[in-house]
């Protein structure tokens, strides 16, 4: 429900009541008078102190989001594990520069330095945890409506598709209990 329709379910409830009570207001100075005008009153408070109770908390909650996804966003540069592992996947991966969405074009699991000549290691299967575990988390946080889709898949999706890449054709078997659900559905995919 958009604020006009707020603003106009609130103007028809008032008016609704006023309607009700006036012959009683005008036709006497009796208590039932006195009554239906404080009746009136308390109802017109009600609902004006409901409507920014209302708005005061979609205010917090939309604040809790971003709050919440913004310590998401600090865990992932911040946390060792986590942050070995993306760099580890930005490291291996080639991508493709001609198209659009930077296809992965191919992956290099034997590379020893990246672009910047840094050494690189390996995640060790705790890193690797970690990292599933974060992609989990947000997945989780997404369903409970506590973080936006859209915002997530900006910034994390791409480092799930590396992950997700790497583990298909990577011919391991430790990357058998990650399910593939999860990126699926922090992705948008259909997971049928």
Same mark, same amino acid.
């Given at each position: 429900?958009?604020?006009?329709?707020? &603003?106009?379910?609130? %103007?028809?409830?008032?008016?609704?009541?006023?309607?009700?009570?006036?012959?009683?207001?005008?036709? @006497?100075?009796? /208590?039932?008078?006195?009554?239906?005008?404080?009746?009136?009153?308390?109802?017109?408070?009600?609902?004006?102190?409901? $409507? #920014?109770?209302?708005?005061?908390?979609?205010?917090?909650? %939309? $604040?809790?989001?971003?709050?919440?996804?913004?310590?998401?966003?600090?865990? #992932?540069?911040?946390?060792?594990?986590?942050?070995?592992?993306?760099?580890?996947?930005?490291?291996?991966?080639?991508? /493709?520069? *001609?198209?659009? @969405?930077? *296809?992965?074009? @191919?992956?290099? $699991?034997?590379?020893?330095?990246?672009?910047r000549k840094k050494t690189i290691m390996?995640?060790?299967?705790?890193?690797?945890?970690?990292?599933?575990?974060?992609?989990?988390?947000?997945?989780?946080?997404?369903? *409970? %409506?506590? =973080?936006?889709?859209? /915002?997530?898949?900006?910034? #994390?999706?791409?480092?799930?598709? =590396? #992950? /997700?890449?790497?583990q298909q054709t990577d011919n391991k078997?430790? &990357? $058998?209990?990650?399910?593939?659900?999860?990126?699926?559905?922090? =992705?948008?995919?259909?997971?049928?």
């Amino acid at each position: 429900m958009n604020k006009k329709d707020i &603003y106009l379910t609130i %103007g028809a409830f008032a008016l609704g009541i006023i309607c009700a009570t006036w012959p009683e207001i005008w036709a @006497n100075e009796t /208590d039932k008078t006195i009554m239906s005008a404080s009746l009136l009153v308390s109802i017109i408070a009600l609902v004006i102190s409901s $409507y #920014f109770t209302t708005e005061t908390a979609l205010e917090i909650r %939309g $604040y809790n989001k971003k709050k919440l996804f913004s310590d998401y966003c600090a865990r #992932f540069s911040n946390d060792s594990n986590i942050k070995n592992v993306a760099e580890w996947l930005l490291a291996i991966t080639e991508r /493709d520069s *001609n198209s659009s @969405n930077g *296809n992965i074009r @191919n992956v290099h $699991y034997r590379k020893l330095k990246n672009d910047r000549k840094k050494t690189i290691m390996e995640p060790t299967p705790f890193e690797k945890e970690r990292f599933w575990s974060f992609f989990i988390e947000l997945v989780i946080q997404i369903k *409970n %409506g506590k =973080l936006e889709r859209e /915002d997530v898949r900006k910034i #994390f999706s791409s480092y799930a598709q =590396l #992950f /997700d890449y790497v583990q298909q054709t990577d011919n391991k078997t430790s &990357y $058998y209990k990650y399910d593939r659900k999860v990126i699926a559905e922090l =992705l948008c995919e259909t997971t049928n």
